[in-house]
């Protein structure tokens, strides 16, 4: 009696918190029982479930729910007997939690949702992913409790530890005990976080709150009873959908860290993530990177399944080799180990005897260098460091100096957690898959690195002031009228590279972002994105400049934006670039790749040139160019190639190029592209679709009085719009683009073909 009075006068003293999360509050009431739920931003679905304490809808996930917000309508619930709801005297067991969370999906979802678990809740949700399939589009496990351990098996000790906690008088007197400030302080800081610093006095007034409810002791009673089976080795391999497995990387008393990779091994499409700086709460210690990584889950689609631990294991290998480059999150999926066998496999490959590596500003930079040259030393090769660089500057060297090779390190506009690797032949020829990527996968997978007589040297060179010269000679710098240009580097390497082209210019450069900052803390150096645009828009008009120009993180890609704030396409830059080549050679093929405007062959047509239609992807431009000696070739997504630049791209080569028409124009930016700009484009649609030939089939069937051809994809076109529907190298999409020549037409043939697609 003495323990439930001291009870109820710590709960008096520690009321619960209300709402952690902002957004809207809903009350749901579930078998009898008020839960509440708590539901913010706007997007695709996805549902929280907190450990089995946290509650408040949800306390535990207050740091991550704002950066996951800004993509996702996301729900935190609080589980039964959490949070706002009274602690009632249910008999806890698993599957009462499971179908509680599977009835919150069907509350807070119009259809299967991505579901997020932490700890306990992790292991529910798993349970609950392999009960209802259909429901579970994706699955995120944060730190999942229970890999080896079966709390269900009978056990007379657990069985009578658990009776004897959940008694009334007895159990409340252990309990309160248990839930002191002090032994609870202690368990955060030894087991839980990895910085002990983040148990705050704040955490602490949560926990005692929450652990002082009324009946808080039935659920440690009903763990240690063996009523909460968390058996996740039995669950994971029944999960059919994609499922990320997240841990934090320090090391703790009682962590099952150094065995996080047995967790996405038992998965059937598996992905582990490590988070840095993070104990067993990364979503709290680390919730910008762990947004990242969902982020990048999501987008990247089903991932190849990892089944075992070691990160050089052949079947893990492929994951990183995409179709042109190599990519993957740093260091669980590209690691030192990795780039180091790449290193060793790219110099056999080649034959080099010299190869030069640059790479961008993301943090693991340094690492993924100084392991590369190992492996490329250890093969025989000398390495020439020219730091930190632009890609189109690593391709600028490779030609220039006549190196064998060339490695860029990068990740693009990838997020900060990702870095990458972009490889090149003499003459700047970028590999992929089809000319040399595969085989270097390959060797990588079986560690065949044939042994080499000599260890070569790693060098430093100075190459930026050259690449300046370089660029400029694509133009006629004393025509170039003193523009004020807005330029946003988004903390990437334009930041480095535009000083050294622009102080040789009369141009007033208004800099945005331009500290090299590999965690892009403004904004994602993805140019394509209109989003990322904004602040480079809102510079233009307060600033009243002639132009802006957005640079993507390795800066080989450049958008513009005009005097007006609006946005100027990939496509558009093609039109005007490939005219003001006409101008110095008359005639000549100029290449566009199939998802640009119909505008741009007519301007290139006009110009007297010959347009050449190309597919998607730039080792197949690259070599249609120089099999056919195209001097110009353009992209929508940004990327701009040049024969005289081995035939490499160069967003800087471009931007010159288009400085140098406006100069001649003599007027504002929006009147130069007015004639070429004329119609309207939907952008690209992905849909994920399982049978894509079938999909394509009924495609063709539907639009059978169309034009069609399949140069990439399929591409149907009547006289006033056209689409193009391909699939992705790397996922079970497909990429939908649509053009009108009026905005009505382009929308309902949009989304007649969205419906088409996705039904």
Known sequence: GAAAALNRRLRERSPMPINHLGGVRVRWNWRGYDIFATTTGEGPPLLLVHGIYAGASSFEFRELVPHLATHYRTVAFDLLGCGLSEMPALEYATELFVEQILAAIERFA????????????????????????????????????????????????????????????????????????????????????????????????HYRAVTHQAGARFVPAALLAGTLDCNVARDLPFVEAPTLVVWGAENLPSDL????????????????????????????????????????????????????????????????????DV????????????????????????????????????????????????????????????????????????????????????????????????LTRDKAQALSLDSGLARIRDRVAAGDFPASDRRGTVTHQEILAEFATHCLGFVNPKAIKPFKIAIDAGNGMAGK??????????????PLFFELDGSFPNHPASPIEPENM???????????????????????????????????????????????????????????NLICSRSVPETIERAGGIPVRSPVGHSLIKKIMRDENIVFGGEHSGHFYFRDNWFADSGMIALLQCLEVFSEAGTTVSRVIAPIDTRFRS????????????????????????????????TIQYPDWWMNVRPSNTEPLLRLNVEGDTRALMERHRDEAVELIRS
């Open 110 to 205: 119009d259809g299967p949702v991505t579901l997020v678990g932490a700890s306990l809740g992790a292991a529910f949700a798993i349970r609950a992913a392999a009960r209802s399939p259909s429901n579970v589009a994706r699955l995120v496990a944060i730190s999942p409790t229970g890999l080896t351990t079966r709390l269900g098996s009978l056990n007379p000790t657990r069985s009578g530890a658990g009776a004897l906690l959940g008694s009334p008088l007895v159990g409340e007197a252990l309990y309160n005990a248990f839930a002191s400030n002090a032994l609870l302080r202690a368990y955060l800081r030894s087991n839980v976080y990895g910085d002990a610093a983040r148990v705050t006095s704040r955490l602490l007034a």
């Open 497 to 510: 590279t535009v000083p050294f082209v622009f102080d040789r210019l009369g141009c007033a450069v208004v």
């Open 257 to 324: 860290t150094a065995r996080r990779h047995e967790y996405a091994s038992l998965a059937r499409d598996g992905r582990l993530v490590t988070i840095a700086g993070a104990g067993r709460m990364p979503q709290e210690e680390q919730p910008a990177r762990l947004a990242t990584a969902i982020a990048a889950f999501e987008d990247r689609g089903r991932p190849a399944g990892m089944r075992s631990a070691p990160p050089m294991a052949s079947n893990l290998v492929p994951s990183v080799f995409l179709s042109y």
């Open 683 to 714: 952008g690209e649609i992905n849909s994920r679709v399982a049978d894509i030939p079938s999909k394509l089939a009924e495609l063709e069937h539907h639009y059978i009085d169309a034009r069609i051809d399949h140069l990439d994809g399929v």
């Open 327 to 422: 990519r993957g999150i740093y260091p669980d999926e590209l690691s030192d180990e990795l780039v180091e066998g790449i290193g060793r496999a790219f110099v056999p490959e080649l034959g080099a005897k010299r190869i030069v590596v640059g790479r961008d500003m993301r943090p693991s930079g340094e690492r993924l260098f100084a392991a590369l040259a190992r492996g490329a030393t250890e093969a025989g090769a000398d390495v020439v460091d020219i730091g930190l660089v632009s890609t189109d500057a690593l391709y600028f060297a490779v030609g220039k100096y006549g190196f064998d090779g060339g490695v860029m390190i990068t990740a693009s506009h990838n997020p900060a957690n990702y870095n990458g690797l972009k």
């Open 534 to 592: 904004i602040d480079l828009q809102r510079a233009v008009l307060e600033n009243q400049c002639d132009l802006g120009v957005a640079f993507d993180g390795d800066a080989d890609r450049m958008f513009i934006v005009d005097e007006r704030g609006g946005l100027v396409g990939g496509d558009i830059v093609t039109a005007l670039v490939g005219k003001n080549t006409l101008r110095r050679y008359p005639g000549a093929k100029i290449l566009y």
